[in-house]
């Protein structure tokens, strides 16, 4: 009852408003760099956004293909991003004798600099709309899953073309979950080699108490170094570093990778996510964060090999549940609705419009209403999570590949088509460690959720755990395996279907075993519930094209992306939160808590503290509209000079999946003038600043 009467009151007032919803209000907005509202920035902030200012920044931001963000920030290849971007490389380098994340790590010079095992750096060399001919591959009378097929199909022609011409990583990217393709073609390095972090504890001070806080007190940095033909790369663009940094009020952009949003999706959909995909995801992270306190529990090592792994479970844990929180929250969902019938109505009130776009919504219900019939199994065997390690990745991967390879490119799955054979590859035969004893407990817990999840008498599931228990059969899985050996993973590969077909391997075994299901549960997902999105998501996109034309972004694609706000803090709980923090309110709140873990510093920091300038700015926050996939991304002023580094988003910014509220909504980045300080008067680090601020 509570809930009609708000939806009553909200509709009253957004129809007075007679605008949509999505059209981007204040300073919301993830940009496409071929559709920047540049309009609305000089309108509000007085600043011409010119083609030439969009392009020195375009070359000088990095995609780290690990999930991050990145810039360029010096003219011999040196790159900027988090702490938190780079962590499983410094975990992989690391040795119990030897932690860098324990010790921080600074290369003084080239040689002293290590090779990062895996890493892909992409740079946008530019952007192509190929929608007419993605959308021309549908025929008059195709299934919705027929058109999917046919527009994949048309999507790996494009790549591959693309590829074969211009040697660039081509990717095409699905916006507006339908409504336009764009083809993104990248400059791919993989000569990757760690210059500088700080140690993991100033890198994370205050831990998951503070994380999606604010005020925050982090060096959460990173430098590496990109290299092409062993030598540092040249790039043609990147950022200098600002030396009098921002203030309170000045405009600032955030050029970076976001993840992915929801915004646009429709309200039956986010029901859906709220109801059963996401407390799903939650009951398994928290299966995740418990399994790993206790492997932690064990010993150092211990914990040194599974910080990285709990860190992210941690953050997921919070990301999620501040997800359900906001779809639970009934003023954002009646703001969805209203948003939503408006635009229904106004398609109505139109018998061609109708015609062509009134049933999309209706169709997307359906698809997510059959959803929980079979989602439960799709998260395990399709999306596998029932078989946390990485050895049954590679697993999966190398059957597939087999499989893939004979069919013609069209018809492969996307991760196995020739335009990214490379990247998959590169991912294939690392040498990253893996450690049995870590790798048995992680397995043993997720074949332990597959049971819960689906029941232990589950034809698929007694199959697997072959009448053992989860942790007997991890134990012979890990053990079993020869997949630790890259030479081994080279020689499967290159044996093709009869090798994978005669292997005896264990972890081949399951994944063979396990694969038809897979796929069969993959193609269904593809067809009742993508292609379905595909045909409909692309109607209700036209729509608001022909109401709102180029003010509409799209969601997020972990591709380049520009947003822009204010230096500005917020009001909290009936109190002004201020946007800047100091070097010296680092200090005082390890007082505070009597250093206590998380809030315990480094003994290098204690050390020297009397020669660090305590009043430098540390963090601060930003209206810039952002979300995970962003972290690393540079924070820059109108001079395309560098002024931040985002690290993390607020709490209220969780929602920032369907939604984007100005008031409250922030960016939260480390200050460049604290990250020249902490080079110079933690670390000794000249030589590294002074290539950075010279």
């Known amino acids: 009852?509570?809930?009609?009467?708000?939806?009553?009151?909200?509709?009253?007032?957004?129809?007075?408003?007679?605008?949509?919803?999505?059209?981007?209000?204040?300073?919301?907005?993830?940009?496409?760099?071929?559709?920047?509202?540049?309009?609305?920035?000089?309108?509000?902030?007085?600043?011409?956004?010119?083609?030439?200012?969009?392009?020195?920044?375009?070359?000088?931001?990095?995609?780290?293909?690990?999930?991050?963000?990145?810039?360029?920030?010096?003219?011999?290849?040196?790159?900027?991003?988090?702490?938190?971007?780079?962590?499983?490389?410094?975990?992989?380098?690391?040795?119990?004798?030897?932690?860098?994340?324990?010790?921080?790590?600074?290369?003084?010079?080239?040689?002293?600099?290590?090779?990062?095992?895996?890493?892909?750096?992409?740079?946008?060399?530019?952007?192509?709309?190929v929608t007419n001919r993605v959308n021309g591959a549908v025929k008059a009378g195709m299934s919705d899953a027929e058109s999917f097929a046919a527009r994949r199909a048309e999507t790996a022609a494009i790549e591959g073309e693309s590829t074969k011409a211009t040697g660039l990583r081509s990717d095409v990217i699905t916006l507006y979950q339908g409504g336009q393709y764009n083809l993104y073609r990248y400059k791919k390095y993989t000569d990757v080699r760690l210059v500088f972090v700080p140690e993991f504890q100033a890198a994370f001070f205050g831990g998951d108490p503070d994380n999606f806080n604010f005020p925050r007190f982090n060096i959460d940095m990173a430098l590496v170094r990109v290299y092409e033909n062993d030598q540092p790369v040249q790039p043609p663009s990147f950022f200098k570093w600002s030396i009098a940094g921002a203030k309170e009020g000045d405009l600032v952009f955030v050029t970076g990778n976001p993840g992915s949003t929801a915004r646009l999706n429709t309200v039956a959909h986010l029901q859906e996510l709220r109801d059963?995909?996401?407390?799903?995801?939650?009951?398994?992270?928290?299966?995740?964060?418990?399994?790993?306190?206790?492997?932690?529990?064990?010993?150092?090592?211990?914990?040194?090999?599974a910080q990285n792994e709990l860190n992210s479970v941690q953050n997921s844990l919070k990301v999620y549940r501040g997800q359900v929180a906001g779809l639970k929250d009934q003023k954002l969902m009646a703001t969805k609705l209203i948003d939503e019938q408006l635009l229904r109505k106004s398609i109505a009130a139109n018998p061609d419009r109708q015609k062509m776009y009134g049933d999309a919504w209706d169709a997307i219900a359906k698809a997510h209403q059959g959803l929980p019939s079979y989602i439960r199994e799709r998260r395990i065997f399709d999306q596998g999570n029932g078989f946390n390690t990485a050895l049954f990745g590679i697993a999966r991967t190398l059957v597939r590949l087999a499989d893939e390879s004979e069919k013609p490119n069209a018809q492969r799955l996307p991760e196995f088509t020739d335009a990214r054979r490379a990247s998959l590859e590169l991912a294939l035969y690392s040498p990253a460690p893996i450690h049995d004893d870590f790798d048995k407990l992680k397995l043993a817990d997720s074949l332990g959720?597959?049971?819960?999840?689906?029941?232990?008498?589950?034809?698929?599931?007694?199959?697997?755990?072959?009448?053992q228990t989860p942790e007997a059969r991890a134990n012979g899985l890990i053990e079993g395996?020869?997949?630790?050996?890259?030479?081994?993973?080279?020689?499967?590969?290159?044996?093709?279907?009869?090798?994978?077909?005669?292997?005896?391997?264990?972890?081949?075994?399951?994944?063979?075993?396990?694969?038809?299901?897979?796929?069969?549960?993959?193609?269904?997902?593809?067809?009742?519930?993508?292609?379905?999105?595909?045909?409909?998501?692309?109607?209700?996109?036209?729509?608001?094209?022909?109401?709102?034309?180029?003010?509409?972004?799209?969601?997020?694609?972990?591709?380049?992306?520009?947003?822009?706000?204010?230096?500005?803090?917020?009001?909290?709980?009936?109190?002004?939160?201020?946007?800047?923090?100091?070097?010296?309110?680092?200090?005082?709140?390890?007082?505070?808590?009597?250093?206590?873990?998380?809030?315990?510093?480094?003994s290098r920091w204690l050390e020297k503290k009397s020669a660090v300038d305590l009043k430098t700015p540390f963090n601060f926050v930003?209206?810039?509209?952002?979300?995970?996939?962003?972290?690393?991304?540079?924070?820059?002023?109108?001079?395309?000079?560098?002024?931040?580094?985002?690290?993390?988003?607020?709490?209220?910014?969780?929602?920032?999946?369907?939604?984007?509220?100005?008031?409250?909504?922030?960016?939260?980045?480390?200050?460049?003038?604290?990250?020249?300080?902490?080079?110079?008067?933690?670390?000794?680090?000249?030589?590294?600043?002074?290539?950075?601020?010279?």
């Open 1 to 129: 009852m509570k809930f009609r009467k708000l939806l009553c009151a909200l509709v009253l007032a957004l129809f007075s408003l007679q605008t949509l919803n999505f059209t981007a209000l204040a300073d919301e907005g993830m940009w496409t760099f071929n559709n920047v509202p540049r309009a609305e920035i000089k309108k509000k902030y007085g600043f011409d956004v010119t083609d030439e200012w969009l392009k020195k920044v375009q070359l000088a931001s990095v995609r780290f293909n690990n999930g991050g963000s990145g810039s360029f920030v010096s003219p011999h290849g040196l790159v900027l991003t988090n702490y938190h971007i780079v962590e499983d490389i410094v975990n992989e380098v690391s040795t119990p004798q030897k932690d860098l994340a324990k010790e921080g790590f600074l290369a003084r010079t080239q040689s002293e600099e290590i090779k990062a095992p895996s890493l892909e750096l992409n740079v946008l060399m530019s952007i192509e709309d």
């Open 276 to 305: 059963t995909s996401i407390p799903i995801i939650l009951r398994l992270l928290e299966r995740r964060e418990a399994m790993l306190k206790k492997y932690m529990g064990l010993g150092a090592e211990q914990t040194r090999r």
């Open 449 to 467: 959720f597959m049971v819960e999840l689906l029941g232990a008498d589950q034809p698929l599931v007694k199959q697997i755990l072959n009448g």
């Open 481 to 602: 395996t020869k997949l630790k050996d890259p030479a081994f993973r080279k020689e499967l590969a290159i044996g093709g279907r009869e090798a994978i077909e005669s292997s005896t391997d264990p972890m081949i075994v399951l994944a063979r075993t396990i694969d038809p299901k897979a796929r069969e549960l993959r193609k269904r997902y593809e067809n009742e519930v993508t292609g379905v999105e595909r045909a409909n998501y692309s109607k209700i996109a036209r729509a608001r094209f022909e109401t709102e034309g180029t003010k509409l972004y799209p969601d997020a694609t972990f591709t380049l992306r520009l947003s822009y706000g204010a230096v500005k803090g917020y009001m909290e709980n009936g109190k002004k939160v201020a946007p800047f923090t100091t070097l010296g309110g680092l200090y005082d709140r390890a007082t505070q808590f009597k250093s206590e873990f998380p809030y315990n510093l480094p």
């Open 622 to 694: 930003s209206t810039d509209d952002i979300i995970g996939g962003n972290s690393g991304s540079p924070t820059i002023n109108q001079k395309g000079e560098l002024v931040g580094l985002i690290f993390d988003g607020n709490i209220q910014s969780l929602v920032g999946d369907f939604i984007y509220d100005e008031s409250v909504n922030r960016a939260i980045s480390v200050d460049v003038r604290a990250m020249n300080e902490v080079l110079r008067k933690v670390f000794n680090a000249n030589e590294i600043a002074d290539e950075l601020t010279k």
